[in-house]
């Protein structure tokens, strides 16, 4: 008699054991998937002139950044002034390299942007429904926006907030002297695509 109480009452609390603790796996569960974050949308974009002389980049949530710059062409050599000894050289002859790419879903982002230069600055083209790259050409829904001012320089971050639609986009430095510095590389397109976020 006392053996089978005992028998009970060990199957009643292994019973009650395991549904305490498919309770704090229900509940950890929640609060695990509540209490996350929502995935950022930020968009981070830079110089990258210490490696290339016309160079910018942009990255999504810290991913690696893509990066638009000019390299050689047009018969002469692209490198950093002051180098007057070759005759075929100077920032004339940066051509774009054609790297600076980010492939995005449309939706709302946040684009944040360092600019350290007094020589450079940041914009953004919006070209809604194009199936090919933004540039100055496009047709009438092209629009541009500055980021940062031209003659200006910023101690710290600067944030936009811009929703993309499905088409491109194109990141670039608005600066043209010695040249024009999209012309010669220095910007990073966005080919937006997909359903986007939700919410």
Known sequence: MIRGNLHKLGFVAV???LAVLAAVMVSTSASAS???PAPSRTINGNFCLSQHLFCMSAGLDGQAPAEGYGVNGNGGV??????TTDPLGGPEY???SGTGLLTLRAGTYWIVVNDDQINHNFSIRSCPGSTSPCTATNPAETSEQAITDMGTTYTGPVTMKITLKPGWYRL???FDVPVDHEN???YV???VGGLGQTG
């Open 15 to 17: 019973v009650m054991t």
């Open 34 to 36: 509540g209490s996350a």
């Open 78 to 83: 692209c490198h950093k002034p002051p180098d």
């Open 94 to 96: 940066c051509v774009p």
């Open 172 to 174: 670039f430095c608005d």
């Open 184 to 186: 010669a590389g220095m």
């Open 189 to 191: 397109d966005f080919q």
